[in-house]
């Protein structure tokens, strides 16, 4: 109980997951959806209990890495450096070359910032034959410089 006689009251699902903390009295509790009950104890929203202790869920490694490509930024001179002076050349190549999309120009040659979820993005590390991995490699690299 705190000081003014309210406590910590933890809502979980069926599965026990915490999907709620409120305040109460102890006392006049709201009614729950079905599915859903009052605990005394429980950890942050989204653990669970395994083993007597409450356990945060684990981020999904695909989940994270999409996450990550979705913020993935870097300036175009970083992603210069990046790509090295061979490759470079090779895009400036490529750039030249009339058959490229136009937009593909504009957004290499006149964006400052490159995104790596951008579909131009994707057309020029398609355009370098690099894997996805590799491209975020250059990437965390980029951002080091």
Not at 82 to 108: C, F, H, K, S, Y
Request: charged content about 25%.
């Amino acid at each position: 109980m705190t000081k003014d006689n309210t406590m910590k009251t933890y809502i979980l699902d069926d599965s026990g997951v915490v999907v709620n903390i409120i305040l109460t009295d102890g006392v006049n509790m709201p009614e729950l959806h079905a599915g859903l009950r009052y605990s005394d104890e429980g950890g942050p929203i989204g653990s669970s209990l395994v083993n007597g202790e409450w356990v945060e869920p684990q981020e999904d490694p695909e989940q994270e890495l999409k996450a990550w490509r979705e913020n993935a930024s870097c300036t175009r001179a970083q992603g210069k450096l990046a790509i090295g002076p061979e490759v470079w050349g090779q895009v400036v190549t490529m750039l030249d070359d009339p058959e490229t999309p136009w937009g593909l120009r504009v957004a290499v040659e006149d964006t400052p910032v490159w995104n790596r979820n951008n579909e131009d993005m994707a057309a020029l590390i398609w355009a370098m034959g690099l894997t996805e991995e590799q491209a975020d490699d250059l990437f965390r690299l980029a951002v080091t410089l």
